[in-house]
């Protein structure tokens, strides 16, 4: 399949720059595969579509304020934004302006933190050592939530430091949010508890390569960054007797269905812990996912092209045609589909 399958026109006014007031007050797009059916309802109504028995696979990823200002030590402005942690102690990151700065360099940041920045990594990338080896509880206070780049603002949002977080983020590390799992509250799992759903747990730091554009001709020469996850024994086994019992395997975004389908061999689900760069594009025979809970994503991008291999790339443009008359909002802050 030609990339070029997955572009779609999508009016600027339709790209989410803030959340919904509410998170559980999201549009939510119900796609029914098996009858080529659409719906259109509130994120609050999940419940109505899933079943007893059913469980969510959620990505407690916490997004770290991975975005920097600071100045060298003769004074021009310097952004560092954070993308991972390396093994010797040392992160990569996109260090503006790169040109300027010479191997050996220091940047001046908040709260007495100062970074290093040294050689050049592939991908216009730069490796950064700072002045303490406790470097995220350090961005807290010194660093920005780093939001996406198709979100224009002046200056970030009081609120983003909460909402472009999920309410059950715990293991920092990504990013990017899970965007998919932005939409629950307290209240909504309270009620799917009540249905008998249940909820399992595991880890993918989102990486900024998620906003990587697919800009080979074909889908199948395109390729993903290493992003690093856990999926632990207890998920493992609770998807498994899920399975076991009946129950459907609800995906809670594309990084969950990227850990799950790594994760999955020999008609079980078995923990790990690593990197992955699994790429699904169509066509592709999913194992591991069920059902799929994902936002609306950009053109030609690696999201878009998993979604079209799960629920098929005609009915999901047709999806997204509809979702764009029907003035949805698009991208990270924006609404959500349910693909069944």
């Not at 997955?6 to 007050?25: G, N, T, V, W």
């Not at 300027?100 to 990594?121: F, H, S």
């Not at 002046?154 to 990017?176: E, F, H, I, K, L």
Request: glycine share 8%; charged share 25%; proline share 5%.
């Amino acid at each position: 399949m030609k990339s070029t399958a997955l572009d779609y026109d999508l009016p600027e006014s339709l790209i989410a720059q803030y959340p919904a007031q509410k998170r559980d007050a999201s549009r939510l797009m119900v796609l029914d595969r098996k009858k080529g059916n659409i719906q259109l309802d509130l994120f609050e109504n999940l419940a109505h579509y899933l079943k007893r028995g059913d469980c969510l696979a959620l990505n407690d990823t916490r997004v770290i304020r991975a975005r920097l200002h600071g100045h060298k030590t003769t004074g021009g402005a310097v952004e560092i934004f954070l993308l991972q942690e390396l093994g010797d102690g040392s992160w990569a990151a996109l260090v503006r302006p790169s040109a300027r700065l010479k191997p050996g360099n220091t940047v001046i940041l908040p709260t007495d933190l100062a970074a290093r920045v040294d050689e050049r990594l592939p991908g216009g990338k730069r490796r950064v050592y700072f002045n303490t080896g406790d470097v995220i509880s350090r961005l807290e206070e010194a660093g920005e939530i780093p939001l996406p780049p198709y979100i224009h603002r002046d200056r970030p949002d009081d609120n983003d430091a909460s909402r472009y977080q999920t309410v059950y983020a715990d293991t920092p590390g990504a990013v990017a949010a899970p965007t998919a799992g932005l939409h629950f509250t307290d209240a909504v799992f309270n009620t799917l508890a009540r249905e008998g759903i249940e909820k399992a747990f595991l880890t993918l730091h989102v990486g900024y390569g998620t906003f990587k554009p697919i800009q080979t001709e074909l889908l199948s020469e395109h390729r993903m960054d290493d992003e690093e996850y856990v999926f632990p024994d207890e998920s493992a086994q609770l998807l498994n007797n899920t399975r076991k019992n009946g129950g459907r395997v609800v995906a809670v975004g594309t990084t969950c269905t990227r850990v799950l389908e790594s994760c999955y061999s020999e008609g079980m689900y078995r923990s790990a812990r690593g990197c992955t760069d699994l790429y699904i594009y169509p066509p592709y025979q999913f194992s591991a996912v069920d059902i799929l809970q994902t936002n609306f994503h950009l053109p030609r991008s690696s999201l878009l092209a998993l979604v079209c291999a799960f629920a098929g790339k005609d009915f999901v443009m047709e999806a997204y045609r509809r979702a764009v008359q029907e003035k949805f909002r698009f991208y990270s802050y924006g609404d959500v589909m349910l693909i069944l």
